[in-house]
Nanobody, 122 residues
Framework: QVQLVESGGGLVQAGGSLRLSCAASGSIFRINAMGWYRQAPGKQRELVASITNDGSTNYAEPVKGRFTISRDNAKNTVYLQMNNLKSEDTAVYYC????????????????WGQGTQVTVSS
């Protein structure tokens, strides 16, 4: 079993910054990719950013130039630096990881964190 624990959410004024962290632990052989999703009230969960184990990144259009995803492979941790926050960034942010659990198999499993609330006041 793999656990993802997020931290760093909170209340911030528009234009401010927050840094989210997500640490993975448990039965991990290799983490292939990690990502951040968000879900605003009444909306579907959407991808914010993702990063592969070789550092390739992908961003949703609304956050390009404002958010930066990074990871520390030694700590199995992914970060999301969010700058110039806007009211429309208000949502619950979820961490997701794609994990190879067993060294003897390439089978990949996906896991989700419990979510952390980000609220941006205008």
């Amino acid at each position: 079993q793999v656990q993802l624990v997020e931290s760093g959410g909170g209340l911030v004024q528009a234009g401010g910054s927050l840094r989210l962290s997500c640490a993975a632990s448990g039965s991990i052989f290799r983490i292939n990719a990690m990502g951040w999703y968000r879900q605003a009230p009444g909306k579907q969960r959407e991808l914010v950013a993702s990063i592969t184990n070789d550092g390739s990144t992908n961003y949703a259009e609304p956050v390009k130039g404002r958010f930066t995803i990074s990871r520390d492979n030694a700590k199995n941790t992914v970060y999301l630096q969010m700058n110039n926050l806007k009211s429309e960034d208000t949502a619950v942010y979820y961490c997701r990881s794609w994990v190879v659990v067993f060294a003897s198999s390439s089978a990949e499993f996906t896991y989700w964190g419990q979510g952390t609330q980000v609220t941006v006041s205008s």
